[in-house]
């Protein structure tokens, strides 16, 4: 019973299949690919930054924010690669933590698959003959435990590098559309592709996630919004009524 830790096989599969879930899930959410979510993402934090820097500053910030920029990709992106190579190694010690216990708990593990198979509907001979089968196979045990009881797909796990190409790609596409209002529409251009690519970022992954777009652009651009207004009459109450250098 100390496999079980005193619960019960099918109690014991709920909390792995918890342990799984934490395991396995994506920085940017499970709903999408990882690096379409990093992207969208990234593309929305570049414009917000912009945005809140424009507020701030005025045309006066633009070689600042272009500074601001190039560091922040850095850091963006290599942060990406680091969480995802962490998420990476938490599945690897799920997987070899599962290996351990088919290695060294059979009896448990097929108490836990005959539990798991059982609740699916199976009874009887057909339910014996299909543990047989699975158990006399190590490789095909494992993955049928990490699949079924933790709830891992590791078809649709991605490579960390996957995903700060992703967050690289949104940056960058960010960047392109945002360096057009920085240069060509000083006053307000900056503002105007902010919200721009805010908008095309939310619709597009609401589109993706086969929701509804509208809300969540109107709720992004309307963050975004606050966020920036809320910078502005900061300064201007705190700087410019102080007569304070900005």
């Not at 005193?6 to 994506?26: C, V």
């Not at 059982?118 to 014996?128: C, I, M, S, V, W």
Request: charged letters at 20%; aromatic letters at 8%.
């Amino acid at each position: 019973m100390n496999h079980f830790k005193g619960k019960k096989p099918l109690q014991h599969l709920i909390d792995a299949r918890l342990k799984g879930k934490m395991a396995s899930e994506e920085i940017h959410g499970v709903e999408l690919p990882g690096h379409i979510n990093a992207a969208a993402d990234a593309a929305k934090e570049a414009a917000l930054i912009i945005l809140l820097i424009w507020s701030l500053l005025g045309p006066k910030g633009h070689i600042f924010t272009l500074v601001f920029l190039s560091g922040w990709l850095i850091w963006k992106v290599g942060r990406s690669a680091i969480l995802g190579f962490a998420r990476l190694q938490r599945l690897h010690r799920v997987i070899e933590e599962e290996r351990f216990e088919i290695e060294h708990h059979r009896p448990q593990e097929k108490e836990e698959l005959t539990a798991l198979y059982a609740a699916k509907g199976l009874t009887g001979k057909l339910l014996t003959e299909v543990i047989d089968v699975l158990m006399a196979d190590d490789d095909r045990l494992l993955q049928v435990m990490l699949e079924e009881e933790l709830g891992l797909s590791l078809e649709q796990i991605e490579h960390p590098l996957k995903q700060a190409a992703g967050v690289l790609v949104g940056v960058l596409g960010a960047f392109a559309i945002l360096s057009f209002g920085l240069f060509v529409l000083p006053n307000f251009g900056p503002a105007l592709c902010a919200f721009v690519v805010i908008a095309l970022c939310a619709g597009t992954t609401a589109q993706l996630e086969k929701s509804s777009a509208l809300p969540a652009i109107i709720w992004n651009l309307a963050t975004a919004a606050l966020a920036a207004g809320i910078v502005h009459f900061l300064a201007k109450m705190i700087f410019y009524e102080n007569s304070l250098p900005l």
